[in-house]
């Protein structure tokens, strides 16, 4: 913390003392492609994140700073003009949050010189775009002395993301962002925002986040493609069901009805997404009873849908979990995200977690042609202001 506010001082040109605000990033135990479909997800904030130092200014001018993109220099505007500018790049995701907080209602007179620095792996699909716009909010929040409604930041977050960066993107992300708390993770209603917690007790066990370093050139056409795939799946099932989503079936009446679904293909998407609404369900259940074992074991099925039914998952993240279900020491692993690269989860023993990365990363590296990257992630609080001795 101390180096960052030196970083500030020598950035900025400035003697002002920066106040310090964190927001995570997030993973999503279960609940895959089921946030556009109606259904449940259970993500919960980690201890990678974005850190921002702000303080305010006496003049109109927003100075961004990103120690990730140092190359970008300072990047600047005036709080009067915050259109969306191409050449600002990253800062693009604090200047939409000022704008629709200033369109919502909230006076901002000054302008601010805000320093951030994210040490979320690039790449690795955890969120660091709605981390940036949560740890803004409350930025906004801390130096303007404004009271602003999380569940209204959460959604201004996403409001930027799809209306001014122009992302087609759910509400998991800034949601989980926004409401996470220590050691917990959160059931979310993705159409109605009902959320309730279950403790994530892993006093001997530990999450591994395994990066396969695959470049995802494919996830966005085909994320599309699956969107499309289970609307017709869906507008087939709504010929004789009285259904807005798919996420309101239960498997027993998926099963009853399936047949109605003329494509094979666009019925077996749909499948994954019952049956894995259903597993996040249980997953809750198995958490609040302090079952890791059954919790472990929906990973691993939530994987072999998405592998076989959805079809999402390729040979990295198959190597990674299917090497990772072998071993001793590990009770479940997924790939987590859209697909095609990104990460997976493995949820290990903790004393044996350096042997299970190795052994993962030699099968990984024969077979896949270079190497995953580890990390060990804790689950921590929600976007927050921080106090220099606070350890994140």
Known sequence: MQTLIKQFHSIFQTNSTPRTFFAPGRINLIGEHTDYNGG?????????GTYALAAKRNDQQLRFYSMNFPEKGIITCDIADLTFNDSHDWANYPKGVFLHLMDAGF????????LYYGNIPNGAGLSSSASIELVTGVLVEGIYEKTIDRIKLIQLGQKVENEYI?????????FAIGMGKENQAMLLNCDTLEYKYAPLNLTDHVIMIINTNKER???????????????????????????????ELTIEEF?????????????????????ENARTLEAFDALQQGDLEAFAELLNESHISLR???EVTGVELDTISET?????????????????????????EKEKAESIKQQINKVYKEKVGYEATF?????????REIQITEEV
């Open 40 to 48: 449940h997800v259970f993500p919960a904030a980690i201890s990678y």
């Open 107 to 114: 006076h901002l007179s000054h302008g601010a010189d805000i």
């Open 166 to 174: 122009g992302v087609n993107s759910g509400i998991m992300d800034q």
């Open 217 to 247: 050139k494919l996830s966005g056409t085909k994320y599309n493609e699956r969107r499309a795939q289970c609307e017709a799946a869906l507008a087939d099932l709504q010929q004789e069901l009285k259904i807005r989503s798919l996420g």
């Open 255 to 275: 099963e009853a009805s399936k047949h109605l679904i003329s494509d094979e293909v666009n019925q077996k998407r749909a499948k994954h997404v019952v049956y």
């Open 308 to 310: 076989d039914d959805y």
């Open 324 to 348: 990772a279900w072998n071993l001793d020491g590990v009770l479940g692993a997924r790939m987590v995200g859209a697909g095609f690269g990104g990460c997976a989860i493995a949820l290990i």
């Open 375 to 383: 990390y060990t992630a804790t689950i921590g609080e929600g976007a």
